[in-house]
């Protein structure tokens, strides 16, 4: 039988409260009611939104071990054990502080403009194969989802992969300094999250707060092909790394990308991983992937883990969902493919995604459709980098564009008129003319920021599949 990952003890000690309730154990920890588990030790925490002390009850009686709370009432102390608090947010990270301090595990931080959640993914599969490894779920890399991850991480952890991300200066460094990495990796940066900086040299040095927390004599990994290079190393170099590990194209990069073979469906890698020659196959296509894959062996090299091991276990890699992810549709008339990048966007991601669009080649008389929403948080610069989009999309020889919001009818109204499929002011109202459109052979990709809701477009486009889906085809009218 496993050891508990916490204690009332060990909670105790971490946040410095007050127990009330008897004796327990908890086997993980949550913020949110909906998903939490039987066993979890439930944190209520103070939100922008919403208050967790209002769900407290309801944890404890879905099966909390225990709630750590800074307002208890009689009706939560009659559901179940409290730890009593000052700051519920304090107290989560002290509790993370406290299982990264127990832990002997090699920690790695990811940061980076794109990139960060599929690279942390990939570290979690090839690391998992060598060892315990615990890895941050989803994308909780913010001030409540990096002292979760760290929270729930088991002490007997050999690898930990901590995401970390930002929209505003200063967010990283508190974070980096929580985690303490061993490793610390920028997959890249690129203007993003402009509507909060007056220059890409300024996100350059948010993302380089993540050597604020680096370990002593620690290693840090850096894109060498990045125009922002030299400015992240001699952040690097100021924080007191012990090694820098570049990775990219450039003769000089240490993970080098020697030769590549893209595929709709996958790319073969020869690359030299400082200075050990590696051949593998990656499942996941797109150049941007073969890119992150250096970064991933860098790490894995730094950890001093195995190589040969790792370069294998990249055949296994999955896209994350709405990050890559494809799915085949069955109509009764034939199938299409739908490309699920509805996660997230930002203009290097966009083009990275439009790029593999492009290497995609349809069945029979199909076309490939890119389904795009806007991209948020650009601000002056909005308008010019939706505009920018139109050449990607004609190098990717897409057939029919489909856009909606605000900022991409300026894209919309860019592109010729033989691939303008439809435009709408929001996501929901594109619906109809999508999914009326779509024909046997078809490669649809769907993508744009969170903020944009392209998801639905998904789960759309998915049900065409279905009886319901087929009806509206039938009863479609012209294009």
Same mark, same amino acid.
């Given at each position: ?71 208890? @009432? ?10 009593? &608090? ?33 690279? =942390? ?24 989802? &990096? ?8 002490? @007997? ?19 980096? =300094? ?30 380089? *707060? ?37 990775? /990219? *194209? ?30 593998? =196959? ?51 008339? /034939?199938?299409?493919? &739908?490309? @699920? ?37 650009? /601000? ?18 897409? @057939? ?45 990709? &769907? ?33």
């Amino acid at each position: 039988m496993s050891a508990p990952l916490w204690t009332r003890e060990d909670v105790i000690a971490a946040t410095a409260g007050k127990a009330e309730g008897g004796a327990w154990t908890a086997s993980g920890v949550s913020i949110d009611s909906r998903t939490l588990e039987p066993g979890d030790l439930f944190v209520a925490i103070i939100g922008e939104n919403s208050d967790g002390h209002k769900y407290v009850e309801g944890a404890l009686k879905k099966g909390a071990a225990a709630a750590i709370v800074s307002a208890p @009432d009689d009706a939560m102390r009659a559901a179940g054990p409290l730890v009593i &608090v000052e700051d519920t947010l304090k107290a989560l990270e002290t509790l993370g502080r406290a299982a990264r301090h127990r832990a002997r595990a090699k920690i790695v931080a990811v940061t980076g403009s794109v990139g960060k959640t599929g690279t =942390k993914e990939a570290l979690r599969l090839i690391l998992s194969e060598q060892g315990a490894t615990h890895a941050s779920a989803a994308s909780y890399n913010n001030m409540w989802g &990096v002292p979760l991850s760290l929270a729930r991480m088991p002490a @007997d952890t050999r690898f930990g992969i901590f995401e970390v991300g930002m929209n505003h200066p200063g967010e990283i460094t508190p974070l980096s =300094k929580l985690v303490e990495p061993f490793v610390a990796l920028i997959t890249t940066v690129e203007a993003v999250h402009m509507e909060f900086f007056d220059s890409v040299e300024q996100i350059a040095d948010a993302k380089g *707060e993540i050597f604020d927390g680096l370990q002593k004599g620690g290693v840090a990994i850096l894109n060498r092909d990045n125009p922002h290079y030299a400015r992240l190393r001699a952040k690097a170099e100021a924080s007191g790394a012990g090694q820098i590990i570049t990775f /990219g *194209e450039h003769r000089q990069a240490d993970a080098r990308l020697d030769k590549v073979a893209l595929k709709e469906d996958c790319s073969c890698v020869s690359a030299t991983i400082c200075g050990q020659p590696v051949t593998y =196959k990656l499942s996941v296509p797109g150049r941007h992937i073969v890119m992150n894959s250096l970064a991933v062996l860098a790490v894995v090299y730094a950890l001093d883990a195995d190589l040969a091991m790792a370069a294998l276990a990249m055949a296994n890699l999955k896209a994350p969902k709405g990050r890559g992810e494809r799915h085949r549709v069955e109509m009764p008339t /034939g199938a299409f493919t &739908v490309i @699920d990048e509805s996660y997230n966007a930002n203009p290097a991601s966009m083009r990275a995604a439009l790029e593999t669009l492009g290497q995609v080649k349809p069945a029979g008389k199909g076309r490939r459709i890119a389904v795009i929403g806007d991209m948020l948080e650009l /601000g002056e610069t909005s308008i010019e980098m939706h505009r920018g989009l139109a050449e990607p999309i004609r190098a990717a020889s897409v @057939d029919l564009v489909f856009a909606s919001g605000p900022h991409m009818r300026e894209l919309y109204k860019a592109l010729p008129a033989s691939v303008q499929g439809a435009y709408a002011e929001s996501s929901a109202d594109l619906g109809d003319a999508l999914g009326a459109a779509i024909e046997p052979g078809d490669v649809v990709m &769907v993508k744009g920021s969170l903020g944009s809701r392209m998801g639905p477009l998904v789960e759309l486009l998915r049900g065409l599949g279905d009886d319901e889906g087929e009806s509206i085809r039938r009863n479609r009218g012209g294009n």
